[in-house]
């Protein structure tokens, strides 16, 4: 079992910044990928970002790269998103999500079913 928890949403203005964390307890954490996905209203979950065990390697969505920056700190058994440049479009709930069933793949997954374990989401309103 893994339990995440996200925390650092909030109401922001368009330009500004936000860093979203999600705390990881149960498995080793070191050892699976964690993933950003974020979901608007009226709209199916999306993914944002992945990083792999190691946070030698991610990936974003398109229409956050540049903007968003995902990292993670085993020691703390945590993962952050750091959003910069903030637009309305981004306002949605973010979850984090590990996928511990595939422990240390060297590329992190980027599709919802592939992860196991979700947090309970946290809110990201970004006023124009």
């Known amino acids: 079992q893994v339990q995440l928890v996200e925390s650092g949403g909030g109401l922001v203005q368009a330009g500004g910044s936000l860093r979203l964390s999600c705390a990881a307890s149960?498995?080793?954490?070191?050892?699976?990928?964690m993933g950003w996905f974020r979901q608007a209203p009226g709209k199916e979950r999306e993914f944002v970002a992945a990083?792999?065990?190691?946070?030698?390697?991610?990936y974003y969505a398109d229409s956050v790269k540049g903007r968003f920056t995902i990292s993670r700190d085993n020691a703390k058994n945590t993962v952050y998103l750091q959003m910069n440049s903030l637009k309305p479009e981004d306002t949605a709930v973010y979850y984090c999500?590990?996928?511990?069933?595939?422990?240390?793949?060297?590329?992190?997954?980027?599709?919802?079913?592939?992860?196991?374990?979700w947090g309970q989401g946290t809110q990201v309103t970004v006023s124009s």
């Open positions: 149960g498995r080793t954490f070191r050892s699976y990928a």
């Open positions: 999500a590990a996928a511990v069933s595939v422990p240390l793949i060297a590329t992190p997954p980027r599709f919802h079913s592939e992860y196991d374990y």
């Open positions: 990083i792999n065990w190691s946070g030698g390697r991610t």
